[in-house]
């Protein structure tokens, strides 16, 4: 089936820790989108890529980076840096960047102890 | 910048009736667009509809239903006979241009919980 896949669904890690979370499409879409989601918040822009080897920083991008190597896969570091990485991250992508529908996958509950 | 406000936090309602979800937005832009999303309790946002600022027509499907009015910027979504599967977080957003793609600005979600 096409679709988006995240992994994993829970993620743990001490505090300190770079962590990496995977997100992974077979819809051969050429756009992918990185957010985050708080409690009771909307959902907060990272990073997107409009093409391979090709990204830009969202509204919040301070703590993350990314990498689009291949087009199927836009990988989420959360860096050391990043204040308060607790939170739902979801990884979206479309057609194309402009003006096409995004799609989400299922998600990624990060808790930083 | 755009904005997008859904003033209702959470709203319950008994099982077969009808629910209007608000949501109003700003931008500068003259072409936009506008969405609403689905976030059951598993987390996955499932899309619902989207609405270009040209269309106004107002959209049916099934017992939902959308209500787009660029006078008073506002793209309200309606569920009649609502069902407890219909209990989830719903989002409305809009996309941008930035960069020469379309990013999305969400509002904060309305919480509906569907009581039977």
């Known amino acids: 089936d096409g679709g988006i896949t995240q992994s994993p669904k829970y993620l743990f890690r001490k505090e300190g820790q770079n962590v990496t979370l995977s997100c992974e499409q077979n819809?051969?879409?050429?756009?992918m989108y990185w957010y985050r989601q708080d409690p009771g918040q909307g959902l907060r822009l990272i990073y997107y890529?409009?093409?391979?080897?090709?990204?830009q920083k969202g509204d919040i991008a301070e703590g993350y980076s990314v990498s689009r190597e291949k087009k199927e896969s836009f990988p989420l570091t959360v860096t050391s840096a990043q204040k308060n990485p607790t939170a739902f991250y979801l990884c979206a992508s479309s057609p194309t960047a402009a003006r096409d529908t995004q799609y989400f996958g299922p998600g990624t509950r990060l808790t930083v102890l | 910048a755009q904005k997008v406000t859904q003033a209702q936090t959470e709203i319950s309602v008994v099982e077969k009736e009808d629910v209007t979800l608000d949501c109003v937005y700003e931008?500068?832009?003259?072409?936009?667009?506008l969405f609403w999303y689905k976030q059951p309790p598993s987390g996955e946002l499932v899309f619902l509809i989207r609405r270009n600022s040209f269309d106004e027509q107002n959209e049916i499907s099934g017992r939902y239903s959308w209500n787009f009015q660029k006078s008073t910027s506002s793209f309200n979504f309606t569920i009649t006979a609502s069902q407890v599967v219909d209990s989830a977080v719903y989002f409305c957003a809009s996309a941008r241009s930035g960069a020469g793609s379309y990013q999305l600005t969400f509002g904060k979600g309305t919480k509906l919980s569907v009581i039977p």
């Open positions: 890529s409009q093409i391979v080897n090709d990204f």
């Open positions: 819809l051969n879409h050429d756009a």
């Open positions: 931008t500068r832009d003259t072409t936009y667009y």
